[in-house]
């Protein structure tokens, strides 16, 4: 299996109110902040889930940095949003692209459930309740791998000093 290796780029935002976005150029892969403004910070990560077979000779799975994966390959992407400040942020919104190396898969169970874009993130829905344009004319329901952009509201309002981890599988393209 090839194996190969990302580049990395920084990714910039901008905040409006208790709404965070990333923009729709996500380049990057890698670990490592992708906004910080106000005592915010969003941070991405990619991870893989190794098998790794112990002395007895059982299998287990642990969750790892993905330094170096190949197309095909899953991986977990997660968004963690840090709140650097003394105040919560009533109900953060955080939309993002999905990088343009991965194509979506699932949103974590332990996430809460995004509106997803299949237009560049022009306009968010429910995946079930979108549809795709063709190249005929005519429209077909959307599929996971048709998404470009995600957006979640989390639950509650995220405590000051603390932090909100959001994930999703991929696979990489």
């Keep these: 299996m090839t194996r190969t290796k990302t580049r990395t780029r920084n ?3 901008s905040m409006l109110g208790s709404q965070l976005f990333v923009p729709a150029l996500v380049t990057c ?3 490592g902040p992708v906004f910080a403004a106000g005592g915010v910070q969003l941070i991405n990560a990619v991870f893989k889930d190794e ?3 112990t002395v007895d000779g059982k299998t287990e799975h642990h969750i790892v940095p993905a330094k ?3 197309p095909g390959e899953s991986v977990i992407y997660r968004l963690t949003l840090r709140n650097q400040t003394a105040q919560a942020i009533e109900s953060p919104t955080i939309s993002a692209a999905v990088p343009p190396q991965l194509e979506y898969i699932a949103t974590s169970p332990t996430s ?3 509106q997803v874009s299949v237009d560049a993130g022009h306009s968010f829905g429910v995946l ?4 795709v344009k ?5 429209t077909r329901p959307a ?3 048709d998404v470009t952009h995600m957006r979640w509201t989390l639950p509650a309002p995220l405590k000051a000093a603390s932090e909100a981890q959001i994930s999703y599988s991929a696979r990489v393209k």
């Design 112 to 114: 809460p459930v995004p």
């Design 29 to 31: 892969l890698a670990i």
């Design 51 to 53: 098998i790794v077979k």
């Design 11 to 13: 990714i910039f935002g």
């Design 68 to 70: 170096r994966f190949a």
């Design 143 to 145: 599929r996971a791998a």
């Design 128 to 131: 079930q309740n979108l549809t």
């Design 134 to 138: 063709q190249d005929t004319g005519g």
